[in-house]
């Protein structure tokens, strides 16, 4: 039997949260659904995994929430849970970017649909494609000629950005990340950096791929659950993270002598001893 993932944020002012975590916790538990759902002041974040009609019962208690009514789900499937346990964690942002002033509740940068941004790319439309993501993710796959950014963590965002040669200021610029939700804050950023022209791909690289495939991409793209990876059709792809230092591998890394599981890979060997 096939297991239903789906994927979810809204940014929303949310009330309550320790009462909003019990009664989620005590659903996602009868349900028998596995995963992460983060709430915070400023909205949801969320991946789970189960049998669709329980993945589908939840889903419509989210929208019952006030703020989440419009709450929309990516989906993909998998022949394995994805995840161990469920967690239903309170923080105060629903992905972690420390600068005052971002609110994405408020205010987001235009949204680009995924068929928009193919047609551009088809075209040669000058632009510039910003990957969004940690170097970890990136090394995966990305759009082609895109322009990445040296960081581990997204807190790490402004200063990379500040960093960009000062002409890709007078240039459109597209943010891209793996669901949409880092570009939130992003593309406001960019904003803020005195970027003329800043757009955000809706739904991030997984919408993208449920609606156009693999066009202008190359390799896979990194999520973060124990499918590790997934290739354009969704599926996932082999890659595995290195249990020691939390690398992704590709397949053909996983095939080096140097890659133990559970011990090393070609990234942390020489580390060893």
Same mark, same amino acid.
């Given at each position: 039997m096939s297991v239903l993932n789906a994927a979810a944020y809204k940014f929303a002012?949310?009330?309550?949260? $320790?009462g909003l975590?019990?009664?989620?916790k005590a659903e996602c538990a009868s349900l028998g659904l596995k995963g992460s759902i983060l709430l915070t002041p400023e909205g949801i974040n969320l991946f789970i995994a189960g049998e669709p009609s329980a993945v589908e019962q939840l889903l419509v208690t989210l929208r019952s929430i006030p703020g989440l009514e419009h709450l929309e789900e990516k989906r993909s499937e #998998?022949?394995?849970q994805p995840f161990n346990r469920m967690l239903v964690k309170i923080k105060q942002e629903i992905i972690a970017f420390g600068v005052e002033g971002i609110n994405p509740a408020r205010h987001t940068s235009p949204r680009l649909p995924a068929k928009e941004l193919k047609r551009w790319l088809d075209e040669g439309r000058p632009v510039t494609l910003l990957d969004t993501r940690n170097t970890y993710e990136v090394k995966l796959g990305t759009f082609a000629g895109a322009t990445t950014l040296p960081i581990r963590h997204f807190r790490k965002f402004p200063e990379a950005v500040d960093a960009l040669p000062k002409e890709?200021?007078?240039t459109p610029v597209v943010s891209f990340c793996t669901g949409g939700i880092r570009c939130e804050k992003a593309a406001p950023y960019l904003e803020r950096a005195g970027f003329r022209e800043v757009y955000q791909l809706e739904g991030g690289i997984l919408k993208y791929f449920e609606e156009c495939g693999g066009a202008h991409w190359e390799g896979e793209c990194f999520v973060f659950d124990k499918r590790v990876g997934v290739d354009p059709a969704l599926q996932e792809t082999g #890659?595995?993270?290195c249990f020691a230092c939390q690398e992704p591998l590709t397949a053909e890394e996983v095939k080096d002598p140097r890659y133990q599981y559970e011990v090393s890979c $070609?990234?942390?060997f020489d580390q060893k001893g």
């Open positions: 002012e949310l009330q309550d949260l $320790p975590r019990a009664r989620l #998998s022949a394995e890709l200021k007078q #890659s595995q993270l $070609p990234y942390c």
